[in-house]
């Protein structure tokens, strides 16, 4: 399973990015799928997460101003960020969690992640 991110780049301070990340590779399931951020000297923290019944949960910094969206047929997840400010500047990764079965049948369950994409907001 592989997670491709793209869409990052350079914004200004009140301005809108989309990025996003597709999932390739043999899975039967997803459930959960996300993105968190780390910024310049940050830990790498939770931004937001959708279910596969479509549910979300946000990082208070962020409500309001992303969304989050999952295209299940596609396998593609994405952020949509309006308003951006400087604190948003950081690297963006995307995770999902799959099930996926060996040749065997044995189920395997994993939290995979994207490679990152650099989100930048300059004022």
């Known amino acids: 399973v592989q997670l491709q991110a793209s869409g990052g780049g350079l914004v200004q301070v009140g301005g809108s990015l989309r990025i996003s990340c597709a999932v390739s590779?043999?899975?039967?399931?997803?459930?959960?799928m996300g993105w968190y951020r780390q910024g310049p000297g940050n830990q790498r923290s939770l931004v937001a997460i959708v279910k596969n019944n479509g549910n979300t949960n946000y990082a208070e910094s962020v409500r309001e101003r992303f969304t989050i969206y999952r295209d299940n047929a596609k396998k593609v997840v994405s952020l949509q960020m309006n308003n951006v400010k400087p604190e948003d500047t950081a690297v963006y990764y995307c995770?999902?969690?799959?099930?996926?079965?060996?040749?065997?049948?044995?189920?395997?369950?994993?939290?995979?992640w994207g490679q990152g994409t650099l989100v930048t907001v300059s004022s």
């Open positions: 590779g043999s899975v039967s399931r997803i459930d959960d």
């Open positions: 995770t999902a969690d799959t099930l996926s079965y060996t040749d065997e049948g044995s189920p395997v369950a994993a939290r995979n």
